[in-house]
Nanobody, 124 residues
Framework: QVQLVDAGGGLVQAGGSLRLSCAAS????????MGWFRQAPGKEREFVAG????????FYADSVKGRFTISRDNAKNTVYLQMNSLKPEDTAIYYC?????????????????WGQGTQVTVSS
């Protein structure tokens, strides 16, 4: 069965960095677009970053562009999110997700499997 295991979250001061990882299994990882989303308390889940199956195309939410980098290692079935210059407003639970397709890969509805989430807390 499909499994996505998120890891790497933690507590960091503003301006710091974290690297999240998502280990995938149960499907052909190298054939699937992947994404990272986040959800803060009381807010809806929002798109953070996406990456094509080959890794050649990446796209970001405006709020993280220039600070976050999504990447993948298809040999290790793992997708990463490098987060630099973190801000308190980046505090949320971060989820990786496997895309099922659709015209808008920034939408929650374009993804059909989700990791369990990893907490990122940025202190001011």
């Amino acid at each position: 069965q499909v499994q996505l295991v998120d890891a790497g979250g933690g507590l960091v001061q503003a301006g710091g960095s974290l690297r999240l990882s998502c280990a995938a299994s149960g499907f052909t990882f190298s054939s699937n677009n992947m994404g990272w989303f986040r959800q803060a308390p009381g807010k809806e889940r929002e798109f953070v970053a996406g990456i094509s199956a080959s890794g050649g195309i990446t796209f970001y939410a405006d709020s993280v562009k220039g600070r976050f980098t999504i990447s993948r290692d298809n040999a290790k079935n793992t997708v990463y999110l490098q987060m630099n210059s973190l801000k308190p407003e980046d505090t949320a639970i971060y989820y990786c997700a496997k895309a099922v397709g659709g015209p808008n890969l920034r939408s929650v509805s374009a993804y059909n499997y989700w990791g369990q989430g990893t907490q990122v807390t940025v202190s001011s």
